[in-house]
């Protein structure tokens, strides 16, 4: 396609954040074993005008193996609740250029993007929506949202991926008061990165031509999160690579990060359960 017929990105600072994990996964897709085999992600890319040369010559093959673990695992946990509650209300914050729709929708369930009307109209143009109540052009702190939210038939199910470490634990909190108090009994998928490796993660942005993301929030083990006292309670935590086959073509280098994560846990998939207050 030439240049001329691609859609332009005008986005900035953590807004500009979203092009890295659907780089990431597209670059995925052309590994001899990938995980994830996110093929619309490489259309994408090709449809976009945007220099992705500086993420090739920044970002490790790890950390492209790592964004493409988290949706697999993400995956996993949205087409299992889909399972125990087949005509599920599954809304996806942050929702950037994500794809995971396509990969696990039963044709009943009910979908929501969420993201910022920036990102939303970039969204709408190369993704176009066939789905009534397809998209929510709202920060995720603009509690006004939720009203936006049709009342859940069978199960409700929030997704942040790649989105809570970029703001401090006030508003983390603040956040999963805001969903619990309207959604009580609702679930939520999220990943977090370790406090030793918020500054790494930072500057692996930064490396990437991406000014204005600072990352904010790490947490170790998302159990702690119960002590906040607003209903969370922890139905599994584990490190993003710790259920996936490690490949020999990933060279020797990507998968001693991969088994090393596993021990350290500087990556982790959690979900949690925002339980009714008094149960």
Known sequence: MESSMKVKVDLRNVHETLLLPLWGRAEEAK???????????????DRIDYDFSK?????????????????????????????????AT?????????????????????????????????????????REEGVIPKSMFDESFLDDIRKPPDGILFLVGGVLMYFDEARVREFFTMIGRRFPGCEIVFDTIAPAGIRIASRMVKRSGIDGAEMKWGVRRAAGLE????????????????????????????????RLNDVLS???INHMKMEPENA
């Open 31 to 45: 590994m001899k074993d990938p995980v994830l085999k996110d093929r619309k992600a490489a259309e994408l890319v």
């Open 55 to 87: 993420f090739r010559s920044r970002i490790r093959q790890f950390q492209i193996l790592v964004l493409a673990m988290r949706a697999r695992e993400f995956d996993s946990i949205t087409r299992d609740f889909i399972q125990r509650h087949p005509r």
């Open 90 to 130: 599954i809304v996806n914050i942050g929702a950037g250029l994500d794809t995971t729709f396509d990969r696990v929708t039963n044709g009943k369930i009910r979908w929501y993007d969420l993201d910022v009307p920036q990102v939303i109209r970039l969204r709408s143009e190369l993704m176009p929506e066939d």
């Open 227 to 258: 002590s906040w006292h607003i209903g969370l309670r922890l139905m599994e935590s584990y490190p993003v690579g710790y259920k996936t086959r490690v490949f020999p073509s990933w060279g020797l280098f990507s998968r001693i990060l991969v």
């Open 266 to 268: 500087w990556i982790s």
